[in-house]
């Protein structure tokens, strides 16, 4: 910006004040510059502790000439309330105003389509590495649904879209699924058996389908 002008840079801290976030305005250019802190998580209930809202994890030009703020709260950051500040000018917040989340960002249907032929060896390692996936979703009502085919000469759903609504659920059906065997791989025929997943097996109208192929080559 021009010398004449104070210029001023503003700075997300999502993990200020333990978790709670905040967002910092900076003077620039002169020398031992200074930083003052917003203080937005005080402007409302949801940010405030015990609450860990993570404020700042966006932040984004309004196009008022203002800025825009995003932070978290809900279980596992997903599925509870979005806590918005919507700032009108740049000199700290004159106002906060929460938003509550009506679809999360994780809201999808996946189809994990598993290569159980003969040529997959040791089997507990497949069953290691999708309990290990699947323990990174976002998994429950109105987020992450899961299914899953397995296939070597044949196609078998193990399970359905929705039939497992919690990460721990999910995680448990991986570890104990048991390898269909088989001397042929049948890709091609197993991924258009997982496109044609629809509502019979839990898929949702709505948000995206996602295949993931999971196999030795």
Known sequence: CPLAMACRLLVAAPWDGD????????????????????????TTPLLSPPHRGRLGMTLVDAQDGGFVVRGETGARGCGGVGSWAVCPHVPICPHVSPHVSTCCSTYMDIVIVLDGSNSIYPWVEVQNFLSNILSRFFIGPGQIQVGVLQYGEHAVHEWALGRYRSVQEVVEAARNISRQEGRETRTA?????????????????????????????
């Open 19 to 42: 978790g709670q976030g905040d967002v910092y305005k900076c003077r620039v250019g002169p020398p031992n510059a200074t930083c003052d802190k917003g203080n937005l998580g005080s």
């Open 189 to 217: 025929m197993a991924i258009r058996t997982a496109w044609c997943v629809g509502r019979e097996r839990g898929r949702r109208g709505a948000g995206p389908g996602v295949g993931v192929r999971a196999g030795d080559g």
